[in-house]
Each structure stands twice: as structure tokens, then as C-alpha cells.
């Protein structure tokens, strides 16, 4: 079983930054994809950011511009980094890893952007 650990989360004013990181329990060589998913209270998850096997990435775009996703191979991790934080990238954060059997989840973690 693929466990994904989440940090970097909490409050943060408008304007400011925030480096999300997600740790795999195993080399994210094994993973197809490895992407960021929000959930804001009220609405749907949705896709983030992802970045493929091969490299390419790809980003909502509400986020383009402001947010990066990278790797870490060494350290099993992916982060997000997360610039001009706006009061709308309020949610909970997921990180997703994909493998051609299954979807694996982080647990989430709380970005609040506020005054």
C-alpha cells in the first residue's frame, strides 16, 4: 500500500507564498502521474496541477502563472509551489499519484488565504 504524507500548509495573506510538499513511501519512478487536487468548502475537486512521467505538466487556469509543480526524485517528493496566493485558493490541497492499477491520496492539507 503507497502511502503520500502532506506538508506545507496554513494561513497565509494575500499575496504571499506557500510550498506544498507530498513524500511517497515508494520511488515516484513507479508512478504514471503525480498531481495537486483542491477541494474548496462547498465545491467540487479539482484538478490542480499534474505532472506526467515524461515530464510535461499541465495546470488549471486559475493557477497558471502562480503555481509550479516539481519533483524531488531523490527525496520520493513532489511540491507545489504557490505564489500570489489569492482569498480563492482557499481549500484543502490533495495530493494524487497515479500507477496503471490505482489512485493513491494524500490525507490533505489546510491552505487558508486571508487578511
Known amino acids: 500500500q503507497v502511502q503520500l504524507v502532506e506538508s506545507g500548509g496554513g494561513l497565509v495573506q494575500p499575496g504571499g507564498s506557500l510550498r506544498l510538499s507530498c513524500a511517497a513511501s515508494?520511488?515516484?519512478?513507479?508512478?504514471?502521474?503525480l498531481g495537486w487536487f483542491r477541494q474548496a468548502p462547498g465545491k467540487e475537486r479539482e484538478l490542480v496541477a499534474r505532472?506526467?512521467?515524461?515530464?510535461?505538466?499541465s495546470y488549471a487556469d486559475s493557477v497558471k502563472g502562480r503555481f509550479t509543480i516539481s519533483r524531488d526524485n531523490g527525496k520520493n517528493t513532489v511540491y507545489l509551489q504557490m505564489n500570489s496566493l489569492k482569498p480563492e485558493d482557499t481549500a484543502v490541497y490533495y495530493c494524487?499519484?497515479?500507477?496503471?492499477?490505482?489512485?493513491?491520496w494524500g490525507q490533505g492539507t489546510q491552505v487558508t488565504v486571508s487578511s
Open positions: 494524487n499519484f497515479r500507477d496503471p492499477w490505482s489512485d493513491y
Open positions: 515508494r520511488s515516484i519512478f513507479t508512478f504514471n502521474a
Open positions: 505532472l506526467s512521467s515524461i515530464g510535461s505538466t
